[in-house]
Each structure stands twice: as structure tokens, then as C-alpha cells.
Nanobody, 124 residues
Framework: QVQLVESGGGLVQAGGSLRLSCAIS????????MGWFRQAPGKEREFVGT????????SYADSVKGRFTISRDNAKNTVYLQMNSLKPEDTAVYYC?????????????????WGQGTQVTVSS
């Protein structure tokens, strides 16, 4: 049984920073590419970014490029989402996801396991 647990969400003022963490258990962490998605009220879940199994490559949505950074520590079975220069429109529930197939994906359908989500609220 693979489990993903996000943490680090909260309330922050516009321009501030947060770092989300996602710990995975149950299988070898380095076997998975990891992704971050978010969902705001009344909106579809959207891609934020992804990182390959080794951590050697990342990809981001245009809306967060240059502000958000994904990293992973395979020794700690954890992936991170560093969010800087936060904007009110970044307010959403953020989800991490794990992908078994080789390579990464910007589609939610490309991921096999999901965390429960963590709320990020950015005040103006």
C-alpha cells in the first residue's frame, strides 16, 4: 500500500513563501516520478510541476515557473515544493502524486497515487 502525506500548507501573505513536503511510504520512493497539482474552489485540478525519479529533471506550469521549485530527497522518501513570491491566485489545495511509469507527466491521469492534500491560502 503506497501512502503519500503532504504537509507544510498554511496561510501566508502575498509575496511570502511556503515549502510543502510530501512523504511517501510503502514502496521504493526512487521508483516514482513525482508531481504536484492544485485545485482551487470551483476549478479543475491543475498541474503545478513534476520531477523525474532521479531528480535530474523538472517541469513546471507557466503560471508558477520561476517562482516554484520542486526537489526530492530519495534518502528521506520526500518530495518538496518550494513556493516563493506567492500570489492570491495560488490559493488552493495542493496535492502530491506518484507516477509508476517512466518519465513524467503534466496530466493528473498520468499519476497512480495521491496524497490527501494540504491547503495553501495566500492573502492579499
Amino acid at each position: 500500500q503506497v501512502q503519500l502525506v503532504e504537509s507544510g500548507g498554511g496561510l501566508v501573505q502575498a509575496g511570502g513563501s511556503l515549502r510543502l513536503s510530501c512523504a511517501i511510504s510503502g514502496r521504493t520512493f526512487s521508483s516514482y516520478a513525482m508531481g504536484w497539482f492544485r485545485q482551487a474552489p470551483g476549478k479543475e485540478r491543475e498541474f503545478v510541476g513534476t520531477i523525474t525519479r532521479s531528480g535530474g529533471s523538472t517541469s513546471y506550469a507557466d503560471s508558477v515557473k520561476g517562482r516554484f521549485t520542486i526537489s526530492r530527497d530519495n534518502a528521506k522518501n520526500t518530495v518538496y515544493l518550494q513556493m516563493n513570491s506567492l500570489k492570491p491566485e495560488d490559493t488552493a489545495v495542493y496535492y502530491c502524486a506518484a507516477r509508476r511509469q517512466f518519465g513524467y507527466s503534466d496530466s493528473a491521469r498520468g499519476y497512480d497515487y495521491w496524497g490527501q492534500g494540504t491547503q495553501v491560502t495566500v492573502s492579499s
